[in-house]
C-alpha cells in the first residue's frame, strides 16, 4: 500500500500568501527600478474583476511587470533560495512542519500541490523534505530564461487533481493500491479532499470549515 499525503501549500503550510511576496522579493533584490510600474498593476486586477482575464493571464501580467520578459533562471536562483529560506524562517505554521515531518518518519511519501510557481515551491519543498513538488509551471526556453507564460494552466481548484493524476501516472501509482491523506485550508481544494481517503482541513476560511463541517472532515488549527 502506497501511502501519501498532499499538502497544499500558502496559508496550509505557510501563514501568508506567497506569490506576491516572491515577486517583490525578486524585484527589490534585481531590478528595484521595476518599482515605478507599479501603479499599472491594478489594472491587471481590475479586468480580472470583470472577467476580461483568466487568474493564468492575471498572473502572467504581473510576472512581466516585475520579472521581465525573460530573466535567465541561473540569476535567479540564489535569490529563489533566499525567498525560500525567508519563508521557512517567517512564513510558516510550525504545526505544519511537525505533521509534514510526522509524515515523513511514518514513510509516507510528500507531495506539495500548490497553485504558486514550482519555479520557488520547489526550493520550499526541498527543505521540507518533500517527495514531489506539484506547481503552477513557467515555460523555460532553451536558453534557460523565464517567460512570462504558463504551462499547462494554473495549478488550482480542479485542476489540481489533473496533475495529482499525472504524478500518479508518472510514478506508477494505482489509487486503489494507495492511501491518500490530503491537507488543505482553502475550499478551493475540495477536489483534491475529495479525492483522498482522509481529509484535514488546516487553520481553515470560513468557507472551508463550513465544508469540513458537511463532509465530516476534521479540523486543525496550526497558527
Given amino acids: 500500500m502506497q501511502k501519501i499525503s498532499l499538502y497544499d501549500m500558502d496559508r ?16 527589490l533584490a534585481r531590478q528595484p ?18 472577467r476580461l482575464i483568466n487568474r493564468c493571464q492575471l498572473k502572467t501580467f504581473n510576472q512581466w511587470m516585475l520579472l521581465g520578459n525573460g530573466p535567465k533562471l541561473d540569476d535567479l536562483q540564489p535569490e529563489i533560495e533566499r525567498f525560500a529560506d525567508n519563508v521557512l524562517r517567517s512564513n510558516r505554521h510550525q504545526k505544519a512542519l511537525d505533521q509534514i515531518e510526522t509524515d515523513r518518519v511514518a514513510g509516507r511519501t510528500l507531495v506539495l500541490v500548490t497553485a504558486s510557481y514550482e519555479l520557488y515551491a520547489e526550493a520550499i519543498g526541498r527543505r521540507l523534505h518533500f517527495d514531489h513538488v506539484v506547481g503552477t509551471r513557467l515555460e523555460i526556453d532553451d536558453e534557460g530564461r523565464v517567460r512570462p507564460r504558463i504551462l499547462g494552466g494554473n495549478c488550482y481548484d480542479n485542476a489540481k487533481i489533473g496533475r495529482i493524476e499525472e504524478l500518479f501516472a ?21 477536489a483534491m479532499l475529495e479525492f483522498a481517503d482522509e481529509a484535514i482541513a488546516t487553520t481553515p476560511t470560513s468557507k472551508m470549515r463550513l465544508l469540513a463541517g458537511q463532509r465530516g472532515w476534521p479540523i486543525v488549527d496550526w497558527r
Fill in 170 to 190: 508518472k510514478q506508477g501509482w494505482q489509487r486503489a493500491d494507495s492511501h491518500v491523506r490530503a491537507y488543505s485550508d482553502h475550499a478551493s481544494d475540495q
Fill in 12 to 27: 496550509t503550510i505557510t501563514v501568508r500568501g506567497t506569490y506576491t511576496p516572491f515577486l517583490f522579493h525578486m524585484v
Fill in 33 to 50: 527600478w521595476r518599482l515605478v510600474l507599479l501603479p499599472l498593476l491594478p489594472f491587471g486586477f481590475i479586468a480580472y474583476g470583470l
